[in-house]
T-cell receptor, first 112, second 112 residues
Framework: RKEVEQDPGPFNVPEGATVAFNCTYS??????FFWYRQDCRKEPKLLMS?????NEDGRFTAQLNRASQYISLLIRDSKLSDSATYLC?????????????WGAGTKLIIKP | SQTIHQWPATLVQPVGSPLSLECTVE??????LYWYRQAAGRGLQLLFY??????ISSEVPQNLSASRPQDRQFILSSKKLLLSDSGFYLC???????????FGEGSWLTVV
C-alpha cells in the first residue's frame, strides 16, 4: 500500500463547476500537509498548506480529517487555468530527519 | 526573498556519458536541499537530501551521486548514464526550521 494515495484521474470537469478530490495517508504520525499544483512539464508549486481546522484561499478550500487520515481539496467555480496535476504531500519527523511523502498526483482537466 | 535555480533545463545525453546538474539557492542560509526524480506519469522519487555542506543522504541506490560543495549549491552527477536515468529532475529547498518545500524549474534529461 502506498503511503500517500491519490486518484490519478483525469477528472474532466466543465468550466464553472465545483470539483473535489481526496488524498489518503497511512502514517498516523504525519504532522503537516500540503497541496501542490504541477503544470505539464513544469515544477510543482505550492498551492496551499492544509490546517487542522480547514482553510480557504479564494476558490480553493483544503480540509484535513485526521480520524480517517485524508486531506481534501475543493475548487469552486473552476477556471480553464485550473487544469493541472494536483499533488498532495504529508510530512512527519522521522528518526533523524524530516520526511516528505508525496502522492502521485490527480490530473484535472477543465473543459470550456 | 529566496530563489532557487537549476540548470540545464533540458539535455539529451548518450548512454554511458557523464551527467552534472547544478542547483543554487539564494536569499537564505543553511537550507535543506533535495534532489528528486519524476518519471513520466509517476510521483516524485527522493534521490538525495542534504542538511549541510558535505552532508549527503542517499535514498535510493543507483548510479547517481550528489555533492554539496557550498552551503547553497547542490550538484547531481553520474559517471555513466543509463537509459533508465531519463526523467524530470527537480532540485528543492526547505528552510531548516520550516516545513514547506520549494522547487527549482526542473531539468529534463533524455538518455538515448
Amino acid at each position: 500500500r502506498k503511503e500517500v494515495e491519490q486518484d490519478p484521474g483525469p477528472f474532466n470537469v466543465p468550466e464553472g463547476a465545483t470539483v473535489a478530490f481526496n488524498c489518503t495517508y497511512s502514517n498516523s504520525a504525519s504532522q503537516s500537509f500540503f497541496w501542490y499544483r504541477q503544470d505539464c512539464r513544469k515544477e510543482p508549486k505550492l498551492l496551499m498548506s492544509v490546517y487542522s481546522s480547514g482553510n480557504e484561499d479564494g476558490r480553493f478550500t483544503a480540509q484535513l480529517n485526521r480520524a480517517s487520515q485524508y486531506i481534501s481539496l475543493l475548487i469552486r467555480d473552476s477556471k480553464l487555468s485550473d487544469s493541472a496535476t494536483y499533488l498532495c504531500v504529508a510530512s512527519y519527523l522521522g528518526d533523524s530527519n524530516y520526511q516528505l511523502i508525496w502522492g502521485a498526483g490527480t490530473k484535472l482537466i477543465i473543459k470550456p | 526573498s529566496q530563489t532557487i535555480h537549476q540548470w540545464p533545463a533540458t539535455l539529451v545525453q548518450p548512454v554511458g556519458s557523464p551527467l552534472s546538474l547544478e542547483c543554487t539557492v539564494e536569499g537564505t542560509s543553511n537550507p535543506n536541499l533535495y534532489w528528486y526524480r519524476q518519471a513520466a506519469g509517476r510521483g516524485l522519487q527522493l534521490l538525495f537530501y542534504s542538511v549541510g555542506i558535505g552532508q549527503i543522504s542517499s535514498e535510493v541506490p543507483q548510479n547517481l551521486s550528489a555533492s554539496r560543495p557550498q552551503d547553497r549549491q547542490f550538484i547531481l552527477s553520474s559517471k555513466k548514464l543509463l537509459l533508465s536515468d531519463s526523467g524530470f529532475y527537480l532540485c528543492a529547498w526547505r528552510r531548516g526550521s520550516g516545513n514547506t518545500i520549494y522547487f527549482g524549474e526542473g531539468s529534463w534529461l533524455t538518455v538515448v
